[in-house]
């Protein structure tokens, strides 16, 4: 399937390069130019689409570095200021500043973007949407205690139902009319490469709740 999403790319590429083309020429009719401009929309989402398909089919190796939690939520915070989708979403985090975490920042930051647009799109009429992260005991597979780092984004949407929150992170299982079914399914294989783990729940009086729990680093920096 990776193979041959890599095969369509590169003649969706030529076509997406002809009509651009095509439409810069300037002697074009009105109605010529709409159907190249669909053309062009359409080409567009086809490749954002086999771009998703690949980052879940062959997901980059994590790059793990240590760094502090909160600093790469401020970065979110500022990026998501200019999203028009935050315009009434109250965004709280709480996050203390001396919480470490040893994993691919990038990734991450993809992991966090993902489940925060996700809970913006669930509050089209404005809410409160949350970010929270603290310490947490665990246990790995020898049973022995380990310090782990549980991140919760909640929003007070419409919920999701218990058929939802089962198939959430399947690839191509999705509930939104123009969605993919790639995102959330990325989401799990990040969360999963990383040695952690990731669960959706319905939030008690409205809404979903996504808890992540990722391996602690315990030195300071």
Known sequence: SARMAHEIRN???????????????????????????????????????????????????????????????????????????????????QVAPELLVKADRGQLHQVLLNLLQNGAEAMPQGG??????????????AGQRIALVGISVSDHGCGLSEETCRHLFE???????????????????????HGGTIQAHAREGGGTVFTILLPMVEESV
């Open 171 to 193: 690839p191509f299982w999705t509930t939104k009319p123009n969605g993919t079914g790639l995102g959330l399914a990325t989401v799990y294989r990040i969360v999963e490469t």
């Open 128 to 141: 409160l949407l949350s970010l929270a992260a603290t310490r947490q005991d665990g246990q790995d597979d």
């Open 11 to 93: 003649p969706l590429a030529a076509i997406s390069g002809s009509v651009q083309l095509l439409a810069g020429h300037g002697c074009l009719r009105e109605h010529e130019s709409r159907l190249l401009a669909i053309v062009t929309r359409e080409s567009e989402r086809l490749n954002g689409l086999i771009t998703d398909f690949l980052a879940y089919a062959h997901p980059a190796v994590p790059r793990f570095e240590q760094f502090r939690l909160a600093d790469l939520v401020d970065d979110l915070v500022m990026l998501l200021s200019a999203d028009v989708r935050f315009e009434k979403i109250t965004l709280d985090t």
